[in-house]
């Protein structure tokens, strides 16, 4: 069963708190993204990992990190959460990087608050 | 700067009837058009990929079109269904190789009433 699954699916914290946002896949796939979606945006890449401890920064990098330790497994942390990381982080999966057939597949999504 | 833009940003339906959904883009090289439909507090779902210069899909109910020279798509819906209530999303992609980013569009509202 191919699935991407996230946890938590929500979160509240407060400002200045730290954030782990936890991903995993089961398709053995070598690449996999967090995604930031806000109202009237479109999805923003935060980073981009191309298999395990190989990451690079996306578009929106600044006052995030990540980890990735297992292939399967792909953590974003928020060091001292800000108000203004409130949003929906969705972290995708695909078997490689690149091209029309190298589609994504994307977990439920965490809704974080940070008050 | 946006370089996808969606039209129109919502779409009310009635069951039954069909709609067209826009997608227009300024990136540039296109290498190719995925249409993603997210259900509300889901993730996105891949409906489609067009890849040629004049391209056309069909998924069921869903058809799609791409014309790479007017860098635009159109997304179909036939005979929509309240399951069709979702957000549809289009998202180019630069290139078909390791260096190719993904364009996400911001997506149009679609709601399917009885």
């Known amino acids: 069963d191919m699935k991407v699954t996230q946890m938590p699916r929500y979160l509240i914290k407060r400002m200045g708190e730290n954030v782990l946002l936890e991903c995993g896949q089961d398709m053995s796939h070598e690449t996999m993204y967090w995604y930031r979606q806000d109202p009237g945006l479109g999805l923003q890449l935060i980073y981009i990992?191309?298999?395990?401890?190989?990451?690079s920064e996306g578009d929106i990098p600044k006052g995030y990190r990540v980890s990735r330790k297992k292939r399967e497994h792909f953590s974003l942390i928020l060091d001292s959460a800000k108000t203004n990381q409130t949003s929906v982080y969705f972290c995708?999966?695909?078997?490689?990087?690149?091209?029309?057939?190298?589609?994504?597949?994307f977990g439920a999504g965490t809704r974080l608050s940070v008050l | 700067k946006t370089q996808v833009e969606q039209s129109p940003q919502s779409l009310v339906v009635r069951q039954g009837e069909n709609c067209v959904l826009q997608?227009?883009?300024?990136?540039?090289?296109?290498?190719?058009l995925r249409w993603f439909k997210q259900d509300t507090g889901k993730g996105l779902v891949s409906l489609t990929v067009?890849?040629?210069?004049?391209d056309k899909t069909s998924n069921g109910r869903y058809s799609a079109t791409l014309d790479k020279d007017a860098k635009h798509s159109t997304l179909h819906i036939t005979a929509t269904l309240l399951d069709d209530t979702a957000t549809y999303i289009c998202?180019?992609?630069?290139?078909?190789?390791?260096?190719?980013?993904?364009?996400f569009g911001a997506g149009t509202q679609l709601i399917v009433i009885p």
């Open positions: 990992s191309y298999d395990v401890d190989s990451n």
């Open positions: 995708a999966s695909s078997p490689r990087l690149g091209g029309s057939q190298n589609t994504l597949y």
């Open positions: 997608c227009n883009y300024s990136v540039t090289p296109d290498n190719h």
């Open positions: 067009l890849v040629d210069q004049k």
């Open positions: 998202v180019v992609g630069d290139r078909g190789s390791a260096l190719g980013r993904l364009h």
